[in-house]
């Protein structure tokens, strides 16, 4: 975070002594005061100097001029240069702003005097810096090994683009303990609190309700409510994810901004949804955004399975550091001992790069560790046999931990269990030492470079490595570590604000029967936080190990049978928001077998209707879902009061789960009885989820008309309960409804209605229906092009989000206009695979022959209409696929002259004339009234062939549907020709002429075939 203005003379002498390149005690020795004099002026705990103090130290910082005057006038207590400006800033009325609100302690401490043989790789960065301050948002990954180098070449960039007027934030994750977001989390709440309020206001006025989530204080500060939540969990988490880019961006108005991530190795995947999101949003905006992972530490991470995407999606820049190279080697080392080596010290230098294979890191702790042995300047230093560099740091901590007091090595201990930051208060606490004691000890592990203090942060510490953390606490036997982090859970528990995964992670640690309670209360506290904070796949890992602890410590009381299966309802529930579906359904049914046996009702009733999650509008058959349904409504009458609405949402979802496995008709009966219960019962919110079930369950094409009641309806409780995602809901649905109905206008104003929704409230599932709109319209319209563009940008937004369609939405999409484009041969064997898979869905089997008949495979597809027969389509269920049935069919029983089928398919679509033929909003097959047109055709009734063609016609060209009123064109001058009247051929010519124009215009070469095929 930047340096506050109000931390005066304490802020200026820290940040004047890391310019130095001096620690406390460093800078003490040369002032001649005493290091406690320089760290109670840095804690602010004196805030003025003596004079003496104050010129002595102003001599050792080597301070001159107007610099040294402003020096020892901060040190009376005068204020310094940026509270004077600030004053006069505020005096003059000016708004406040945010330039100084970069990170630059961090900027300070990551900063390294000993930069040596990195400038190919800085340069990178600084072309990365350009490209993103000319509006581009660009993601560089670096990579290395500990000690490497990362932070130090990325805080190089970050002076730079601080001097040249960039923002820079920093956050970092932590290992061992997950926490959502942390990074993210860390960097804005920083830049927070040392931003003025007035911006603060000015950015997030409007984005409140959704950062309260992560910052609920910031929210606080600035007066804004968190925001209402919604069901789904993507429209919640892109809600959160579109409100911190819109922060971002904000900023980026004012400064391009600089934000690093460090030790993304450990980030969690909401956190790298959060990155992909950021680095693929569409408006421009100057973000940098420097990531730094160690590329050893990998395996088995979050970061190892998304590596491959972010380095393809968007603008990636890697960046990996190796070792640093002989020359660079010795001029590091010569710098750090302070004088140019001779002979004896280059074979010495040869064996320390041998050795450390140039991690710089490791270099200079070995070079400090000889130069204190006297090695420098005798004979060349040899290891008794090769080490891994993890072995020889730990030679060198156990050698400077052998230099320091019992006491002093038992503080470090005591820090290492705590983890890699820690405070002076908890570190005394656990000790059982007074606070002064505790600081002499920590100056003492200081000194020995254990540790060091954080600048900005009075009463703070960190080791100055994790792997002399790592070291330290594995010197500790089991038994000590378990005591030691149960006392650090035990004093922490006391301290307000403390985070449940914190003490998750130390009682967990210390578990044990009988102790084990307060782990598992803490994991399920931190799995239910990170579920609040939208990070369902932080909350998995906490759940699951909450259930670890309890089957591996719980005593076995009946209550905790009851625990066990509430947390694998929260688990599932998790996996749910998580899109891990398979892992969701397995453990609803484990609490379902759970709560059978243990003859719980209730929470046997939760299991069954969590299984399968939000339903989609056509659902694969499932057994499992169906018994725990059956089940469920016959314990929901044990339920009391709530056994009435437990009973109508049982029936509703049972009916929808039918969808595709039982006759209309017992869909349709089971679906009028949840209904008529659902408004018995006068709980408006079970009607609407009553009545989004019916429409999923039916949605067949007789069921229109009562589809655009249920959407009023259900628009109307939106209204009622102010809930904008049932409007999206009841929105959804009239769509669709008005689509079929063939109210073409209609359905464009409520398409428009639902997308402004749908981005006023964030929500993508909306936004993906209204992009599937876009789609299916440039498609309708002949605007090939843009749909191929806005079909491919679905199809990626799809695969980010996980959905269980997004295979299977592109084809349906695409597959009507790639027909008429002729590339039906390109489909054929997609949808006999689907026959094969899916034998009892004859929406396949007629794709299939209308693929086989259209790529010129008529006597296969003439075999498969003759294996079927017509019987089948009447059998065929009205259902959500039923018009691809009779389209599919329809195509081949036109090409291949079969009458029989022709008749039969007449009938069944005969009661629709006047509607479109569609799959929701997926795709248009062109209005009801052509493919009765062709039928009539086939089976010789041209009459009604000529006056289904003709409304069919009209009905395309009011859509300003090209390619379908060409289609029509071509079949009706087939009609017209048949018929023979005189009046009818000069008219067959010019629609046959019409249709081809358009064909070769539009590229329609399946309508230059037939035009072949039939003359």
């Not at 975070?1 to 406390?24: D, H, I, S, W, Y």
């Not at 919640?236 to 460090?262: C, Y």
């Not at 009733?605 to 509008?617: D, E, F, K, N, T």
Request: glycine share 8%; hydrophobic share 45%.
């Amino acid at each position: 975070m930047a340096m506050q203005p109000a931390l005066g003379f304490a802020g200026l002498l820290r940040r004047l002594r890391v310019r130095a390149e001096l620690t406390q005690e460093e800078l003490a020795t040369a002032a001649s005061v005493s290091a406690r004099a320089v760290s109670d002026l840095e804690r602010g705990i004196n805030r003025t100097a003596r004079r003496d103090t104050a010129e002595l130290l102003a001599e050792a910082l080597n301070l001159t001029g107007a610099e040294r005057q402003e020096f020892l006038a901060a040190a009376r207590g005068m204020p310094t240069q940026a509270q004077r400006a600030a004053q006069a800033r505020a005096e003059a009325g000016e708004r406040a702003d945010d330039a100084d609100a970069s990170n630059s302690v961090w900027m300070e401490s990551a900063a390294s005097g000993n930069f040596v043989n990195r400038d190919r790789e800085l340069d990178a960065l600084r072309e990365s810096w350009s490209s993103a301050r000319a509006g581009r948002r660009v993601l560089a990954l670096v990579s290395g090994e500990p000690g490497i180098g990362k932070s130090a070449l990325t805080a190089q960039l970050a002076h730079g683009a601080r001097a040249g007027g960039g923002l820079v934030l920093y956050g970092r994750w932590v290992e061992g303990v997950p926490a959502a977001y942390r990074a993210f989390r860390e960097a804005l709440a920083d830049y927070a609190r040392a931003c003025p309020e007035e911006p603060l206001r000015r950015d997030l006025g409007d984005l409140g309700g959704e950062i309260a989530l992560l910052f609920p204080g910031l929210a606080q500060r600035i007066g804004a409510a968190a925001a209402p939540a919604v069901s789904a969990a993507e429209a919640e988490r892109f809600r959160l994810f579109e409100s911190l880019d819109t922060w971002l961006a904000r900023m980026g108005a004012r400064h391009p901004v600089l934000l690093v991530l460090d030790d993304l190795q450990w980030a969690d995947r909401p956190s790298l949804h959060l990155l992909s999101h950021l680095m693929q949003a569409r408006r421009s905006s100057p973000l940098l955004v420097v990531a730094m992972y160690r590329d050893r530490e990998l395996a088995g991470s979050e970061l190892e399975a998304v590596l491959p995407s972010l380095a393809r999606d968007i603008d990636c820049r890697p960046v990996a550091l190796r070792g640093l190279g002989h020359e660079a080697v010795t001029e590091l080392l010569e710098a750090t001992v302070g004088r140019k080596f001779g002979e004896p010290e280059s074979r010495t230098v040869a064996e320390l790069e041998r050795e450390t294979a140039g991690n710089p890191f490791f270099l200079l702790e070995m070079a400090r560790h000889l130069s204190e042995r006297g090695v420098f300047g005798r004979e060349a230093v040899r290891f008794s046999e090769p080490a891994e560099i993890p072995d020889s740091v730990r030679g060198m901590v156990r050698s400077r931990l052998g230099r320091v007091s019992d006491r002093c090595a038992e503080v470090a201990a005591i820090a290492s269990v705590i983890g890699e930051r820690f405070d002076t208060d908890l570190v005394a606490s656990v000790a059982a030492l007074d606070d002064a004691a505790t600081v002499d000890l920590l100056d003492e592990a200081a000194r020995a470079g254990l540790i060091t203090e954080v600048d900005d942060e009075p009463d703070l510490w960190w080791f100055r490595h994790a792997l002399t953390r790592r070291v330290i606490a594995e010197e500790l036997s089991r038994n000590r570590r378990i005591r030691l982090h149960q006392r650090i859970g035990e004093i922490l528990e006391s301290r307000p604000g403390v985070s449940p995964a914190e003490l998750a992670h130390h009682f967990g640690a210390a578990a044990s029967r009988g102790t084990a309670e307060k782990a598992i209360r803490y994991e399920r506290l931190a799995g239910q936080r990170a579920m609040g904070e939208v990070a369902a796949e932080v909350a998995v890992p906490h759940f699951r190990s909450a259930l670890d602890l309890l089957d591996r410590f719980g005593p076995g009381k009946p209550e905790d049978q009851s625990l066990r299966i509430e947390l694998l309802l929260e688990l599932a529930g998790a996996h749910d928001r998580a899109g891990e579906y398979v892992a969701r359904d397995e453990r609803f049914t484990e609490a379902a077998d759970a709560a059978r046996r243990l003859g719980n009702d209730e929470l046997f009733l939760r299991a069954a209707l969590g299984y399968g999650g939000i339903l989609p509008a056509t659902v694969t058959p499932d057994r499992r879902a169906q018994a725990l349904l059956a089940e469920a409504l016959v314990q929901a009458g044990e339920l009391g009061e709530q056994a009435g609405r437990a009973t109508a949402t049982i029936l509703a979802r049972l009916a929808h789960w039918l969808h595709n496995e039982r006759p209309y008709a017992e869909r349709l009966q089971i679906s009028d009885r949840s209904v008529a219960m659902a408004r018995g019962l006068g709980d408006r919110r079970t009607l609407a989820t009553v009545l989004l079930h019916r429409c999923w369950a039916l949605d067949g094409p007789g069921d229109v008309d009562d589809a655009l009641r249920v959407a009023g309806e259900i628009l109307g409780i939106g209204e009622e309960l102010a809930d904008p995602e049932l409007r999206l809901e009841g929105l959804r649905i009239r769509l669709a409804a008005q689509f079929e109905k063939a109210r073409h206008p209609a359905a464009m104003a409520t398409a428009r209605e639902m997308k402004n929704l749908a981005e006023q409230v964030r929500h993508p599932e909306f936004i993906r229906l209204a992009a599937m709109w876009d789609v299916t319209a440039a498609n309708t319209e002949g605007r090939f092009a843009d749909a191929a563009r806005l079909g491919g940008d679905l199809a990626r937004q799809l695969q980010r989000i996980g959905h269980p369609q997004a295979q299977l939405i592109p084809v349906a999409q695409a597959f009507p206009q790639g027909v008429l484009q002729g590339r039906a041969a390109h489909y054929a064997s997609l949808f006999e695979g689907l026959s094969a898979a899916e034998p009892a869905n004859i929406a396949w089997p007629a794709i299939t022959a209308w693929c086989l008949a259209e790529s010129g495979a008529r006597d296969r597809a003439a075999a498969l209409l003759h294996r079927m027969e017509p019987a089948a389509a009447q059998e065929a269920d009205h259902n959500y696929l039923w018009w691809a049935v009779i389209v599919g069919f329809a195509n081949a029983a036109d090409l291949t002259a079969d009458q029989q089928w022709a008749r039969v398919l007449y009938d069944l679509a005969a009661p629709y004339a006047g509607h479109n033929a569609t799959l929701g909003v997926a795709s248009f097959l062109g209005a009801a009234d052509h493919w009765l047109g062709v039928l009539a055709g086939t089976a010789g009734r041209l009459p009604e062939a000529d006056a289904h063609l003709e409304a069919a016609l009209a009905r395309h060209r009011a859509m300003g549907s090209r390619p379908l009123a060409a289609l029509t064109e071509a079949a009706y001058s087939r009609v017209l020709s048949a018929r023979g009247h005189p009046a009818d051929t000069e008219r067959a010519r010019l629609l046959a002429e019409s249709a081809l124009r358009t064909a070769d215009e539009l590229g329609l070469a399946a309508i230059r075939d037939r035009h072949r095929l039939f003359g």
